[in-house]
């Protein structure tokens, strides 16, 4: 039997469904998928009810290291991280795991969308597995944080610790996120053990 079969097919398309509603880019669906760019296109126009963007990925790790785009990127990499650790197997379905765990901790910011997209993410990922960026430890939280492949160990600060002066606006909402975000950066069992099973994706 040749060909791919239509268990595969509709696999592929509930995975590129799943994808796009969550913002992801055509680029994105052409290399996690074997679906036609023609068909990603149809898809993409009925769930979003706009063409898909144009215009290359953004591939540049300066946006990841930036204060606040730091702190989400690196509790979405927890989340893929621990996923991982404790049996899944590294890809585009424990990506979309971690990634809505990651949702689930940001939700108390109540912004309209999520600070770190779904695409950027999945760049993300694809960062570390090539040795560009990296999982570096805070030197006063001792949280796991998003820094460039071969920071020198022990001089990394996070910007929850050594907030920009920029980051003040709101004192008390802000110290609140803060805490927040630490109980997730700095504690590698905050995450349920079951909780990657619990998940659908």
């Known amino acids: 039997m040749t060909g791919t079969s239509i268990i595969q097919k509709y696999q592929e398309t509930e995975l590129a469904i799943k994808l796009i509603s969550l913002g992801g880019r055509i680029q994105m669906l052409e290399s996690e998928t074997n679906l036609s760019r023609n068909k990603l296109i149809k898809l993409?126009?009925?769930?979003?009810?706009?063409?898909?963007?144009?215009g290359l990925l953004p591939f540049s790790t300066s946006w990841f290291m930036t204060w606040e785009p730091n702190i989400h990127a690196s509790i979405f990499y927890n989340a893929y991280a621990f996923l991982v650790k404790h049996g899944l197997k590294s890809g585009i379905q424990t990506i979309l795991k971690a990634y809505q765990l990651y949702l689930e901790q940001c939700q108390f910011l109540n912004k309209d969308e999520p600070v770190l997209g779904l695409t950027r993410a999945?760049?993300?990922?694809?960062?570390?597995?090539?040795?560009?960026?990296?999982?570096?430890?805070?030197?006063?939280?001792?949280?796991?944080?998003?820094?460039?492949?071969?920071?020198?160990?022990?001089?990394?600060?996070?910007s929850l610790c050594q907030p920009p002066s920029r980051a003040d606006k709101n004192k008390k909402t802000q110290?609140?996120?803060?805490?927040?975000?630490l109980k997730v950066l700095s504690k590698?069992?905050?995450?349920?053990?079951?909780?990657?099973?619990?998940?659908?994706?």
């Open 44 to 54: 993409y126009k009925e769930i979003q009810g706009c063409p898909p963007p144009k």
């Open 122 to 158: 999945w760049i993300l990922v694809k960062f570390v597995e090539k040795n560009i960026m990296q999982q570096s430890c805070c030197t006063a939280c001792q949280g796991l944080f998003i820094t460039h492949a071969y920071h020198p160990e022990n001089t990394f600060t996070c």
């Open 175 to 181: 110290k609140e996120n803060n805490e927040k975000c």
């Open 188 to 201: 590698p069992s905050y995450f349920n053990s079951s909780i990657a099973k619990q998940i659908p994706a």
